[in-house]
């Protein structure tokens, strides 16, 4: 594992000569809501770095949200990044329904505050620096990456667990 996400020398450059880093996320709890981890794999040509983490009282879709916010905040510098997460909730709610959010003060269209509008705040500064796509992958299908975020997430919840 390199602890240095990117590395000064890219081996993958961008059209903007900015490093492209692959990242795949995860995040749950059970029960929902309840204990919860989250799950991070960032790739950086030969390079990979894994982070996990939890929290003992939390929701499904907060341990996405924050696998998401914890990947971008590790890069060291902009980057182009593509990012590739299992939750819709987190695809969707960065790619269409933020811009609304924020134009209307972090209300929903029905008018309510925004949940985990804290969170949602967190993942759009931690974006700002990177060049970000959003990719919906489909969890427990065999994709190797979205297998492995999902064990580093399961490992945090069950270590959170044990210390209840």
């Known amino acids: 594992m390199d602890s240095d996400l990117p590395a000064s020398e890219s081996p993958s450059q961008t059209t903007n000569g900015g490093p492209s880093v692959h990242v795949w996320t995860d995040g749950g709890c059970r029960p929902n809501p309840g204990p919860g981890g989250w799950g991070v794999l960032l790739r950086f040509g030969e390079h990979e770095k894994e982070?996990?983490?939890?929290?003992?009282?939390?929701?499904?879709?907060?341990?996405?949200?924050?696998?998401?916010?914890?990947?971008?905040?590790?890069?060291?510098?902009?980057?182009?990044?593509?990012?590739?997460?299992?939750?819709?909730?987190?695809?969707?709610?960065?790619?269409?329904?933020?811009?609304?959010?924020?134009?209307?003060?972090?209300?929903?269209?029905?008018?309510?505050?925004?949940?985990?509008?804290?969170?949602?705040?967190?993942?759009?500064?931690?974006?700002?620096?990177h060049d970000v796509s959003w990719h919906w992958v489909k969890g427990h299908s065999g994709v190797p990456e979205n297998e492995r975020v999902?064990?580093?997430?399961?490992?945090?919840?069950?270590?959170?667990?044990?210390h209840l």
């Open 51 to 129: 982070l996990s983490g939890g929290e003992k009282e939390t929701t499904n879709n907060r341990m996405e949200l924050t696998a998401a916010a914890e990947a971008l905040e590790a890069l060291t510098r902009p980057c182009t990044v593509h990012l590739h997460t299992d939750s819709e909730y987190v695809r969707n709610g960065i790619t269409r329904w933020s811009t609304g959010w924020v134009r209307r003060n972090w209300r929903n269209a029905s008018g309510d505050p925004v949940k985990n509008m804290d969170l949602w705040r967190r993942l759009l500064d931690a974006a700002k620096p």
């Open 150 to 162: 999902d064990e580093l997430a399961t490992a945090a919840r069950v270590a959170i667990e044990e």
